[in-house]
């Protein structure tokens, strides 16, 4: 029989100061993403750069924000900064990976932690209780609820199988931690998984040299480094530090849209048995080609 768990490896920070090092340091820091042979970077001057780490040399650079980049996303075709001000630049990159800066506004009221491209949609989280979601093609915004509660940030999100949003949420007043899976295609809400350790989830990443196709091991970083993963029974005596994490539903996220007006919602909570397992690709979708006519082809 096998458990969903998280592994606290050996190598996590032991001692509180350096704990407090570390989230000194996240509050100033750079930032990059990386997509084949290019590292998009950003600096704690505004500065945009694109490094080719083919040839080892900075393609394209230039001053996109007054204050430091915080966040990034990137594409073949296009590429989003952040930065502390708050604001949003959109680039489009070309051909030889250099960047030109998109006259587009996407509306923002906080400071951007996280964000992500996917085909025609950004998808950001920041200090509020929702992820916002940008339409390139009709230029709305839209709120998907990513807390229970009043207060909360959400600091980090990725894709999953090209068919899962997978985002963390941080309980500013409990100061708990949970991750919250979505359908990449109509938004709706599938479960939540309760992290066992304090403290925001500021990056997440799957492992994917799983063996088979339905086991997956997401790592999630932080004050602490965490692999949240099925693991069976027979497997629980060889590890050093292992938990076991719960796996529930929470009504106040069922409803995907939220109120453009306000960011609050009832907090009601329900466990149900849900299944860790995630559901195969549908191969038959992910051969349905992109609309083509978007400003920027995003991909």
């Known amino acids: 029989m096998c458990q969903c768990q998280l592994i606290k490896p ?27 042979k290019m590292i ?6 505004g500065k945009v750069m694109f490094y080719c780490t083919h040839t080892s040399t ?3 650079e230039t001053v996109g924000h007054l204050e430091s980049i915080i966040s990034l996303a990137l594409t073949e075709a296009s590429a989003v900064s952040a930065s502390s001000v708050p604001d ?32 025609d949609k950004l998808y950001f989280g920041d200090d509020g209780v929702n992820i916002k979601v940008f339409d390139f093609n009709s230029e709305s915004l839209d709120k998907l609820k990513n807390h229970d509660t009043d207060y909360g940030s959400t600091d980090s ?13 941080y309980n500013l007043d409990s100061g708990k931690t949970s991750i919250n899976f979505r359908s990449l295609e109509d938004h709706s809400y599938l479960f939540t998984i309760i992290c066992p350790f304090y403290g925001p989830i500021t990056c997440m990443s799957w492992n994917t040299s799983c063996k088979t196709p339905d086991s997956l091991e997401l790592l999630c970083g932080g004050s602490e480094l965490g692999i949240i993963g099925q693991v069976c029974e027979k497997e629980t005596d060889s590890l050093n530090d292992t938990e076991n994490i719960k796996i529930i539903r929470l009504e106040a996220l069922e ?17 149900s048995n849900v299944s860790f397992k995630i559901p195969k690709r549908d191969e038959s979708r992910a051969e349905e080609p992109v609309n083509s006519a978007s400003w920027c082809s995003i991909s």
């Open 10 to 36: 050996n190598l996590v920070y032991s001692r509180e100061s350096e704990k407090e090092d570390l989230q000194k340091s996240q509050q100033n820091k750079s930032c990059a993403v990386a997509l084949k």
């Open 40 to 45: 998009l970077m950003g600096t704690d001057g």
């Open 58 to 60: 900075v393609k394209w």
């Open 88 to 119: 949003l630049c959109v680039w489009k990159v070309d051909e030889t990976s250099r960047l030109s800066k998109v006259n587009i506004e996407i509306p923002v009221t906080r400071p951007v932690r996280c964000m992500l491209l996917y085909q």
């Open 157 to 169: 999100m990725l894709v999953y199988n090209e068919c899962y949003l997978v985002s963390s949420s």
């Open 255 to 271: 409803d995907k849209h939220v109120d453009s007006l306000s960011e609050t919602f009832s907090s009601d909570e329900e466990e």
